[in-house]
């Protein structure tokens, strides 16, 4: 049986940037039985965390990194299933992710952070304040993210937590 390729520059791009991870500058830090996320620290001062959306890596925050380190602690990282991190069958779910990202920060001794997150991302770190409230953040700023009223749930977490931005409109 012959197996098809895709033909579509865009699928063997995403295949190469999902198969194929950045070379390793960063750190790794075990979140979960054999699941290993991986992160990069610059700078100093206060704590940015940079989440990236689905499919990318720590890499897309380059030009931030460079930018923000100057006055900041910068952490960008890659979520499980992505880029260097472990490629895992189970635990991709928002829930877990959210996790995920709750023990990276717990294990970094992050207080006082201000998270930067992509497109689905944003619905991690929402999923993250629902579980574990904003004890350890001091703000939210979402890229690319979508309306509130397709995650009430979640927005009312955010509401609930203090967050109040245009993106949770339902507030």
């Known amino acids: 049986m012959r197996v098809p390729f ?3 520059p865009i699928v063997w791009l995403l295949l190469v940037v999902f198969l194929y991870p950045q070379p390793v500058r960063g750190e790794f830090v075990e979140v979960a039985p054999q699941v290993k996320l991986y992160y990069e620290i610059s700078g100093q001062g206060s704590p940015l965390l940079f989440v990236p959306g689905w499919m990318m890596t720590a890499g897309v925050w380059k030009e931030q990194v460079a930018a923000f380190s ?3 602690r910068v952490i ?4 499980r299933g992505q880029g260097n991190s472990s490629k895992v069958l189970s635990g991709n779910t928002l829930q877990q992710q959210a996790k995920d990202l709750r023990r ?3 294990i970094l001794q992050l207080d006082g952070i201000t998270v930067v997150a992509w497109s689905i991302a944003l619905a991690v770190v929402l999923e993250y304040v ?3 409230g904003n004890d350890r953040l ?3 700023a ?3 993210g979508w309306r509130s009223r397709r995650c009430t749930s979640l927005t009312s977490a955010c509401c609930q937590a203090g967050y109040r ?3 949770y409109s339902s507030c």
């Open 6 to 8: 895709p033909q579509s």
């Open 70 to 72: 100057k006055t900041h």
């Open 76 to 79: 960008v990282m890659d979520p």
């Open 104 to 106: 990276l920060v717990e």
């Open 130 to 132: 629902r579980q574990f």
């Open 138 to 140: 001091r703000s939210l």
């Open 142 to 144: 979402p890229v690319d």
């Open 165 to 167: 931005s245009s993106t």
